[in-house]
């Protein structure tokens, strides 16, 4: 027996790196093209597809900043849509709270101090993410919005993406804008009129394939003989597999992508080995496909805390 | 102040669009025009600033040296530092020339009306700490009237409700378009040389300068043999509760009495030596002496203080 005992590895390390996959590159480029043509969509993707990051990851690019010595700068501005419905003033406080401290003021003036302030800001594209929560009054404000910008005396013509998750064929607002009401007529007359409503579907085989292989070069300081890109058929056929893909796209989601490589990564790692192999993906894959519904019985008292207990004074 | 990009926290503590004082700019301007550039009503920032401090909210300012204003909830909403921002008052001056943490304005005047320069509002939206100074009615810059009515007969005020920055409650007037009358030069030049006090006492101010300053006016009202204006016996200190302030003690009354009695800041600073005969006028004294240490001490300092009235 060896006198010098096994040092145990540091806990997994989950890096959460933006990964510039395929679908980011069809959504962003999306995004970059209303907010380039100043046109209004619908875009949609099902959910856990990478859409809020995307958004993020493009805010940060679009180089938004604050100067006194020259102005506030949000060419880019995105938030995400108040839920539980309420009025058009929860819309009007989620774009305030973007420019930063906005003292409290009646609805009437905060109405046109968006209007002013946007304009002034700079904003050439306005996306609202999870948009399938906006209501009508909420799209009533969001046209006002933009026609009171695209008025004189400031004549700002902005893009207008409304991201959406969707499930299934339907297209969330699609049927709202097709009512025959004078404002529905107004807001999809203002839409695209070559790609008023898109869906950006999710990974083929091919493109887990590439995501992979950037998983294999995050995780290699980790499992330093990873390789990941053996496993893309498995990988792919339990992601699409019905449970997974209920509408039956034959494509991957990210967020599914990540949950299965990480938590096959992190059993592998934990059981001191440095490569994922066939046993932990297919323990994983099943855990998600097979027992996702399982409930858990939590009735022992964890062997070592790792939190520190204080007792409060 | 560096750029503030999205993704720094500090963009959701700051309000949308940053001011930063410019050169010699008073708290006030500077809280309008972040009203002006932020769409605001007149005294928003300012509202908002003292009510997130309830200890502040229901005070009310002088802007001099407000004491207890929360400067660093105003530093931390515009993102610039906490001195720079001290620094539109005149609260760190006072500090340090009557020797107290926390100076009242009544130690610069005993009561204040906003007054301002058309042509500085026209021109950069710029309110100055000078327009805070007693005996001060015209512009040293611009060599024009300060305002304190609006043409509609209102008298300025700096904040109202509802009323946007930088113009008259009442009417709507913008401050810039009120009359911009040529000073008289006498006046100027009177204004010119009451200015030249306070910035004797921004520059050397402290509480012996200030006593000195008080003995120089007390011993040439007794020398001359007339008083031309009530002068205290002894200068009355601040007491903490800020309630026992004396008209007579307050910078902007010695500095109205060393004009009068047409004392230059240089005779205040030569009087502030450690001399053995304090109650004698330097001017008079002749020693015996061949080498007179204190003779030389008077010469050094006079020189000094030349030698830094030119360079400025």
């Given at each position: 027996?060896?006198?010098?005992?096994?040092?145990?590895?540091?806990?997994?390390?989950?890096?959460?790196?933006?990964?510039?996959?395929?679908?980011?590159?069809?959504?962003?480029?999306?995004?970059?093209?209303?907010?380039?043509?100043?046109?209004?969509?619908?875009?949609?993707?099902?959910?856990?597809?990478?859409?809020?990051?995307?958004?993020?990851?493009?805010?940060?690019?679009?180089?938004?900043?604050?100067?006194?010595?020259?102005?506030?700068?949000?060419?880019?501005?995105?938030?995400?849509?108040?839920?539980?419905?309420?009025?058009?003033?929860?819309?009007?406080?989620?774009?305030?709270?973007?420019?930063?401290?906005?003292?409290?003021?009646?609805?009437?003036?905060?109405?046109?101090?968006?209007?002013?302030?946007?304009?002034?800001?700079?904003?050439?594209?306005?996306?609202?993410?999870?948009?399938?929560?906006?209501?009508?009054?909420?799209?009533?404000?969001?046209?006002?919005?933009?026609?009171?910008?695209?008025?004189?005396?400031?004549?700002?013509?902005?893009?207008?993406?409304?991201?959406?998750?969707?499930?299934?064929?339907?297209?969330?607002?699609?049927?709202?804008?097709?009512?025959?009401?004078?404002?529905?007529?107004?807001?999809?007359?203002?839409?695209?009129?070559?790609?008023?409503?898109?869906?950006?579907?999710?990974?083929?085989?091919?493109?887990?394939?590439?995501?992979?292989?950037?998983?294999?070069?995050?995780?290699?300081?980790?499992?330093?003989?990873?390789?990941?890109?053996?496993?893309?058929?498995?990988?792919f056929t339990w992601l699409t597999h019905a449970t997974l893909d209920p509408d039956g796209t034959k494509r991957a989601?990210?967020?599914?992508?990540?949950?299965?490589?990480?938590?096959?990564?992190?059993?592998?790692?934990?059981?001191?080995?440095?490569?994922?192999?066939?046993?932990?993906?297919?323990?994983?894959?099943?855990?998600?496909?097979?027992?996702?519904?399982?409930?858990?019985?939590?009735?022992?008292?964890?062997?070592?805390?790792?939190?520190?207990?204080?007792?409060?004074? | 102040?560096?750029?503030?990009?999205?993704?720094?926290?500090?963009?959701?503590?700051?309000?949308?669009?940053?001011?930063?004082?410019?050169?010699?700019?008073?708290?006030?301007?500077?809280?309008?025009?972040?009203?002006?550039?932020?769409?605001?009503?007149?005294?928003?920032?300012?509202?908002?600033?003292?009510?997130?401090?309830?200890?502040?909210?229901?005070?009310?300012?002088?802007?001099?040296?407000?004491?207890?204003?929360?400067?660093?909830?105003?530093?931390?909403?515009?993102?610039?530092?906490?001195?720079v921002l001290v620094a539109t008052t005149y609260q760190a001056e006072l500090a340090r020339i009557y020797g107290v943490?926390?100076?009242?304005?009544?130690?610069?005047?005993?009561?204040?009306?906003?007054?301002?320069?058309?042509?500085?509002?026209?021109?950069?939206?710029?309110?100055?700490?000078?327009?805070?100074?007693?005996?001060?009615?015209?512009?040293?810059?611009?060599?024009?009237?300060?305002?304190?009515?609006?043409?509609?007969?209102?008298?300025?005020?700096?904040?109202?409700?509802?009323?946007?920055?930088?113009?008259?409650?009442?009417?709507?007037?913008?401050?810039?378009?009120?009359?911009?009358?040529?000073?008289?030069?006498?006046?100027?030049?009177?204004?010119?040389?009451?200015?030249?006090?306070?910035?004797?006492?921004?520059?050397?101010?402290?509480?012996?300068?200030?006593?000195?300053?008080?003995?120089?006016?007390?011993?040439?009202?007794?020398?001359?043999?007339?008083?031309?204006?009530?002068?205290?016996?002894?200068?009355?200190?601040?007491?903490?509760?800020?309630?026992?302030?004396?008209?007579?003690?307050?910078?902007?009354?010695?500095?109205?009495?060393?004009?009068?009695?047409?004392?230059?800041?240089?005779?205040?600073?030569?009087?502030?030596?450690?001399?053995?005969?304090?109650?004698?006028?330097?001017?008079?004294?002749?020693?015996?002496?061949?080498?007179?240490?204190?003779?030389?001490?008077?010469?050094?300092?006079?020189?000094?203080?030349?030698?830094?009235?030119?360079?400025?």
């Amino acid at each position: 027996m060896s006198d010098h005992p096994i040092t145990p590895r540091p806990p997994f390390v989950i890096h959460d790196y933006f990964l510039e996959t395929a679908f980011e590159l069809r959504f962003q480029g999306l995004l970059r093209q209303a907010w380039h043509e100043r046109s209004w969509h619908v875009i949609a993707a099902l959910p856990g597809s990478g859409k809020s990051l995307g958004i993020a990851d493009l805010t940060h690019q679009s180089q938004g900043y604050k100067d006194s010595k020259r102005t506030t700068h949000i060419p880019f501005l995105a938030i995400r849509a108040p839920k539980n419905g309420g009025t058009d003033l929860a819309l009007g406080t989620a774009f305030c709270t973007i420019f930063g401290i906005v003292p409290s003021m009646p609805w009437y003036i905060r109405r046109a101090w968006l209007v002013q302030t946007m304009a002034q800001a700079g904003v050439e594209c306005i996306v609202v993410d999870d948009a399938q929560d906006l209501n009508l009054a909420h799209l009533a404000f969001l046209k006002e919005l933009t026609d009171n910008l695209a008025a004189p005396p400031y004549e700002r013509q902005v893009a207008l993406c409304l991201v959406t998750a969707h499930s299934g064929k339907v297209i969330p607002l699609k049927e709202i804008f097709s009512r025959p009401d004078i404002l529905w007529r107004q807001f999809r007359r203002r839409l695209d009129s070559e790609r008023p409503f898109c869906l950006v579907t999710g990974h083929t085989e091919e493109e887990v394939c590439s995501i992979l292989e950037a998983y294999e070069t995050i995780y290699r300081d980790q499992l330093p003989d990873l390789h990941l890109l053996r496993w893309t058929k498995p990988i792919f056929t339990w992601l699409t597999h019905a449970t997974l893909d209920p509408d039956g796209t034959k494509r991957a989601t990210m967020d599914h992508l990540a949950r299965l490589v990480t938590a096959a990564l992190r059993r592998s790692y934990e059981q001191g080995a440095s490569d994922v192999d066939a046993e932990a993906l297919r323990q994983t894959a099943e855990l998600m496909l097979l027992r996702r519904d399982e409930i858990a019985e939590i009735a022992s008292i964890p062997p070592d805390s790792s939190f520190p207990i204080k007792e409060v004074s | 102040m560096a750029q503030i990009a999205f993704s720094d926290p500090t963009w959701r503590t700051t309000f949308p669009f940053l001011v930063e004082p410019l050169t010699d700019e008073w708290l006030v301007g500077l809280l309008l025009r972040c009203d002006e550039i932020n769409h605001w009503e007149s005294g928003t920032t300012l509202t908002y600033i003292c009510r997130k401090n309830e200890k502040t909210a229901n005070s009310s300012w002088t802007f001099i040296a407000p004491p207890g204003f929360p400067f660093d909830e105003l530093a931390a909403s515009l993102a610039i530092p906490n001195e720079v921002l001290v620094a539109t008052t005149y609260q760190a001056e006072l500090a340090r020339i009557y020797g107290v943490a926390d100076p009242h304005s009544l130690l610069l005047q005993a009561s204040f009306s906003f007054r301002l320069c058309p042509a500085c509002v026209a021109e950069e939206r710029l309110l100055t700490r000078t327009l805070a100074l007693p005996h001060m009615t015209i512009c040293p810059q611009h060599r024009i009237e300060l305002v304190t009515t609006c043409l509609c007969g209102a008298t300025l005020r700096p904040f109202h409700k509802q009323t946007p920055p930088f113009r008259c409650f009442k009417c709507g007037l913008d401050w810039a378009k009120l009359p911009k009358i040529q000073a008289d030069q006498t006046r100027s030049q009177i204004e010119a040389q009451l200015l030249s006090y306070y910035q004797f006492f921004w520059t050397y101010g402290t509480p012996d300068v200030l006593e000195s300053a008080l003995q120089l006016v007390y011993d040439s009202v007794v020398e001359k043999g007339e008083i031309r204006a009530p002068l205290s016996d002894r200068l009355s200190w601040p007491e903490s509760s800020g309630r026992s302030y004396r008209r007579t003690s307050s910078l902007g009354y010695i500095v109205h009495l060393l004009w009068q009695l047409d004392l230059a800041p240089g005779d205040i600073l030569v009087y502030a030596g450690p001399l053995p005969w304090r109650s004698m006028k330097w001017l008079t004294f002749q020693c015996s002496e061949p080498c007179c240490p204190y003779v030389a001490m008077i010469k050094k300092r006079r020189h000094i203080l030349k030698e830094d009235l030119q360079e400025k």
